[in-house]
């Protein structure tokens, strides 16, 4: 099989498409012959080896994946040959072929494609546990998105318009923020246009009820102090490389909470809600109510190519591997 590989942890050229043997299968595990894999940006950072999660080199990139059932080995509950599904990991997605266990992998909704199903995986479920059980997003709630023009922001700011949240898109483009605003968010804010806290307290003069923030570095206090009392600001990655410091005077002050989402500590801890969003979450993908937004798609031998566009901040929602047409 064809597959990307990545020999030495470094920038996205580092990674090379070449011949693979088929991977193994353990019992329990099922092969699925990839249709589509999605682009997430910490598929960037364990290339570089800078996620908190280390992989060894060789490995093959890719945390998302959409494509049918070829093989099944022994017992595995309700997966069969011919099968649909899409899954996530933490690698092994950027290739002809995943070995995963049967028990990892979901039907994909028929009424839903390959390409769609790998796109929705990483991005809308952080989106949806973070505003659903972290956020505590109510209708009416003003939601304040940063990065809402990339993969887990503009999948932010279609599930929270959908929960019924006033949201306000931060980007660093009018092409991103049209996306936005195409999705429903109802104020745009470009924050190299001017001063983000001064452009904030004009769009939302009585403040926010929550701040959404995959992007960290200096947007993160402006959106914290646009919060009004007892608002919920919620850290899910630091896209701009930089982790923010902020000062507790602000918190104690405002009265706010600050709160933090990491999908595998959720997944640990918190299984009633995971189980209760899940279900939520892919009834509104097979009934259409939310479709990801793929801003761009590249076939299999362009992986480094993906994944350098998502590492300059340039994807405008999900990036797509077309592993089947490459
Ligand atoms: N906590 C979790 O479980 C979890 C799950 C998935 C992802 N994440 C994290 O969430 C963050 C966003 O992931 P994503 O897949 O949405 O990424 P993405 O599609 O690349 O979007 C990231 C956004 O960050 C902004 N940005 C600012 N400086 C940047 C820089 N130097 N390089 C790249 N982007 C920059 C960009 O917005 P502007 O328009 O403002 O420049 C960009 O749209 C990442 O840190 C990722 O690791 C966390």
């Known amino acids: 099989m064809r597959a990307a590989v990545c020999h030495e942890h470094g920038p996205p050229d580092t990674v090379r498409v070449e011949e693979l043997p088929s991977p193994p299968l353990a019992d329990g595990q099922v092969r699925v012959q990839v249709a589509a894999a999605a682009v997430n940006f910490p598929d960037v950072l364990i290339v570089a080896n800078a996620y908190q999660i280390k992989v060894p080199v060789p490995f093959v990139p890719g945390s998302e994946f959409a494509g049918v059932v070829t093989e099944v080995a022994g017992a595995v509950d309700g997966v069969t040959v011919g ?113 983000l806290r001064q452009a904030l307290r004009e769009c939302l003069p009585d403040g926010a009820d929550a701040v959404v923030d995959p992007v960290g570095g200096n947007l993160a206090e402006p959106a914290l102090r646009a919060l009004r009392w007892g608002g919920r600001f919620v850290s899910v990655g630091f896209a701009s490389g930089e982790i923010p410091r902020i000062p507790l005077n602000l918190v104690l002050l405002k009265g706010v909470q600050v709160l933090g989402f990491e999908m595998l ?26 479709v990801p937004h793929i801003g761009a798609a590249f076939p299999l031998d362009d992986v480094a190519s993906a994944l350098r566009y998502v590492a300059d901040g340039r994807a405008i929602g999900k990036v797509v591997i077309d592993v089947s047409t490459s």
Request: aromatic residues 4%; proline residues 2%; hydrophobic residues 45%.
């Open 83 to 195: 099968d649909r599904v899409s899954g996530t990991g933490i690698v092994g997605a950027f290739a002809e072929e995943v070995a995963v266990a049967g028990a990892s992998v979901t039907r994909i909704p028929d009424s839903v494609d390959e390409r769609n199903a790998a796109a929705f995986g990483v991005a809308h479920r952080t989106a949806f546990h973070v505003l659903r059980s972290v956020a505590r997003i109510e209708p009416g709630d003003e939601l304040i998105v940063l990065g809402a023009g990339g993969g887990v922001g503009l999948a932010t700011v279609q599930l929270g318009v959908l929960l019924g949240a006033n949201v306000t898109a931060v980007a660093s483009s009018r092409e991103k923020l049209d996306v936005a605003a195409s999705y429903g968010a109802a104020n745009l804010v470009d924050h190299r246009a001017g001063d």
């Open 265 to 290: 500590g959720f997944v640990t801890h918190a299984p009633d809600e995971l189980a209760r969003n899940e279900a939520e979450l892919l009834d509104l993908l097979a009934t259409g109510r939310i």
